[in-house]
């Protein structure tokens, strides 16, 4: 199966970095829930890394684009992360704007690497306290899984308070 070009920069990125991970081939997924369910007996939707893009805007700027990075089974506060950010709009990313700043990626499919996009990556606690975390890889039919520390270590994240 064919699967899109990030898929195979995340596999060297690790391998290159000689990290444990493991991966999975599954349906084509859309919703964190789905995902688990795929994935049921492995990891759980707690594990999972769902990565959002959302579009902010500060006073007198242009809009840009940032990632956030939760628990599966979590709702990010928007109110917080304005706050965080010091915004005064946020939205999520439509999806022409997520497929343009990922090159192609669909929602649902973007992995948690925002740092190969350009993009800052601020990442909840709590998805941390898994001692590894699961994620779909750039395609919503490839999952990987690896140690959140290793996560940490190479997308060197914001680590913030993000949901409710």
Request: charged residues 25%; aromatic residues 10%.
């Amino acid at each position: 199966m064919t699967y899109h070009p990030t898929v195979q920069t995340i596999l060297l990125l690790l391998k290159n970095h000689s990290l444990w991970f493991e991966t999975f081939e599954h349906e084509p997924v859309r919703t964190s829930y789905e995902a688990a369910h795929i994935r049921e007996g492995h990891y759980t939707l707690n594990q999972g890394a769902k990565a959002l893009i959302v579009r902010v805007k500060k006073s007198g700027t242009e809009p840009f684009f940032v990632m956030l990075v939760l628990s599966g089974d979590s709702r990010f506060d928007g109110k917080k992360v304005k706050k965080l950010l010091n915004v005064r709009d946020i939205r999520f990313a439509t999806t022409e704007e997520v497929a343009d700043v990922t090159k192609g990626i669909e929602p649902g499919g973007v992995p948690p690497f925002g740092n190969l996009f350009g993009l800052d990556v601020l990442v909840d606690p709590q998805l941390l306290k898994n001692e590894m975390i699961i994620f779909n890889a750039g395609d919503r039919s490839y999952s990987i899984a690896m140690k959140s520390d290793d996560y940490i270590a190479l997308v060197q994240p914001r680590i913030e308070h993000l949901c409710r």
